[in-house]
């Protein structure tokens, strides 16, 4: 994952839009209501901890009281935010690219954090043997980067074209039919969709707060001094306000597009 720093103030903005996605992706999973007794649970790229609590919140119930959940995220910013949580939820710093679990895994979660991760041909495959057989990937990911919001950092960029690319490329992931090959290799069960989410926000330059929470970290980190930051955020921010224009009522409507993917893993 990239190795500048996350801001938990500033990604957690719009901590109602984001925690919308992995509600629903936990909505699709077996609860102990069901009889489904995830014994230990791993949540990956989990940020301030606030999606690791839905599932402990989700899981540790009274039928299943002595569940395990990990949080695993390589911002130490990030973790230090999750720590302040009352859940009984453990906390390890960790480059997913490079992570391995102690024990078999029930559910192998991960929220809008795998985009950062590079080949996830080879990826997948490699947390798929994490899982216990039976076990759960629940995979939840932006596919929004042929969107104007997303394609505007090139155009706002062009004055700086190599790093702007260098760092844009940091991001990335495959079409839905490409993660089915991947995953029906070990997997059954495998659900695959996808949803767009209008998102009502409010402010001066509410996409722009949006992004630069997360996809413009990078190109921000790559651009070479704070003129040339200050130059392309406020071409950035003119262009979006043009393609996303606030209604009369100030409000902005922002469509954005995920990806979502649920596979369990054949029993030996």
Known sequence: MSNTHWDPVRYGLFGD?????????????????????????????????????????????????????VGIDSSAEMLETAAKRDENIEWQQADIAQWEPDSPVDILFSNAALQWIPEHAKLFPRLTRFLRPGGLLAIQVPNNFLAPSHQLIGEAGIEWRDAVAGATQQIRIMRPGDYFDVLSADCDA????????????????????????????????????DDARAAFCEKYKTRLKQVYPPRDDGVTLFPFNRLFMIARKRDA
């Open 190 to 225: 495998i659900d695959l969709w996808q949803t767009q989410y209008c998102h009502v926000l409010h402010g001066e330059d509410p996409v722009f707060d949006w992004t630069s929470s997360t996809a413009l970290r990078p190109v921000l980190a790559a651009l070479p001094d």
């Open 17 to 69: 839009e984001r925690r919308r996605p992995a509600k629903d992706l936990i909505a699709r999973l077996p609860k102990p209501a069901d009889g489904f007794l995830p014994l230990h649970i791993v949540d990956l790229g989990c940020g301030p901890g606030s999606i690791t609590a839905l599932l402990d919140q989700a899981y540790r119930t009274p039928e299943n009281p002595d569940v395990q959940i």
